[in-house]
């Protein structure tokens, strides 16, 4: 249980959206005539942790991304942070912004995330400097070199594919995003990595998918709708 901290979610929508292939951002798509977003502020605006949300955004999208929060029943604060060129500029634009204890970071491409999962995560800042939603592969996972021949394969059991949220002690977070601003991440957990802390995985399940193609709309539906 978390006692006397402050959290702050930040739900990232400043990619690029390549691979959606239309030419917009996917996180301003309808599913059942609620965009993406409204989806993931809804989930972070409704749990009883969250004190604070952050949206980071491409100042482009900035009148879009006004008018789904003006659409919506809000009762925490929210604010606005323009993203920077890839999402570890843009996760530490959100995370210099606020003062709160605890970061709990998210894509807003993720819809389908559940109230378990937001909590599991901060909760587990009492035991953990960072944790991560994740699920096991289903799959058998090959280690290749720069020319595509195998070096190892991974133990299915203990390889899991990432997903958000991921949350964070704040103050390790932004010292570590500053620490190593010159190397090249993928994610947040990669920093506490590289900085000796351990990241505790929580098991969520396959219905958390992040829209990333166009006919992942589809799928997200029939779970958003069960």
Request: net charge negative.
């Amino acid at each position: 249980m978390i006692l006397n901290k402050t959290v702050t979610g930040v739900i990232l929508v400043a990619g690029n959206s390549t691979r959606f292939g239309q030419n917009r951002n996917k996180n301003f798509e309808l599913i059942n005539g609620k965009s993406i977003l409204s989806y993931s502020i809804s989930a972070f605006n409704n749990n009883k942790y969250i004190d604070n949300i952050i949206i980071v955004i491409k100042q482009d999208d900035r009148e879009n991304v006004q008018k789904i929060i003006d659409e919506q029943e809000i009762n925490k604060n929210i604010d606005i942070v323009i993203g920077g060129a890839s999402r570890q500029e843009s996760v530490y634009n959100a995370i210099k912004t606020t003062i709160s204890d605890i970061v709990i970071i998210h894509d807003g491409a993720r819809p389908a995330i559940k109230q378990e999962y937001i909590n599991k995560s901060i909760e587990e800042m009492s035991n953990f400097k960072g944790a991560t939603i994740g699920v096991k592969s289903k799959d058998t996972i090959k280690i290749t070199d720069d020319n595509g021949i195998v070096i190892n394969s991974t133990n299915r059991s203990n390889t899991y594919v990432i997903q958000t949220p991921q949350c964070f002690d704040r103050e390790i977070l932004l010292s570590l995003h500053e620490k190593y601003k010159d190397t090249e991440v993928t994610d947040d957990c990669m920093l506490l990595e590289k900085g000796g802390y351990e990241v505790k995985i929580i098991e969520g399940d396959y219905t958390n998918i992040k829209v990333t193609t166009y006919s992942d709309m589809n799928i997200i539906k029939e779970f958003l709708n069960s």
